[in-house]
């Protein structure tokens, strides 16, 4: 999966050290391993042009839930975790810093 990210390590580094926060994002692959089978909730997977909004992901015993916005969630069957991810390409200014309401 490609996503973009929004680059929270800047805006922490620069709180810390007392510089400008700088708002970025980028593009970064996600490659997760050994899943046996996907669900999904409030997605329509039929809907190729939509964007999911990655939040974060709770791991359990044999599963993964990616938690993204709008209470949507992919629930992923597992038999052991790994994951890969990397940045891709040079990240570009934005100016919006995204707000999410906290998931109970």
């Keep these: ?3 973009q990210r929004f680059r929270w390590e800047l ?4 709180e810390t050290i007392g510089k400008p ?6 593009l970064c692959g996600l ?3 050994k899943v046996e089978y996907m669900q999904t909730q409030q997605i329509d ?8 909004n990655f939040l974060s992901f ?5 599963s993964l839930d990616l938690q ?11 038999n052991s975790l790994k994951l890969t991810v990397k940045d891709l390409g040079e990240s570009w200014p934005t100016t919006q ?3 999410h309401e906290e998931s109970t």
């Design 1 to 3: 999966m490609i996503f």
């Design 11 to 14: 805006t922490k580094n620069a």
């Design 21 to 26: 926060i700088v708002y970025e994002r980028c």
């Design 31 to 33: 490659i997760i391993d």
């Design 45 to 52: 997977i039929n809907g190729r042009l939509q964007f999911l």
């Design 58 to 62: 709770y791991e359990s015993s044999r």
């Design 68 to 78: 993204l916005s709008d209470s949507k969630t992919i629930r992923l069957s597992i």
């Design 97 to 99: 810093c995204p707000k």
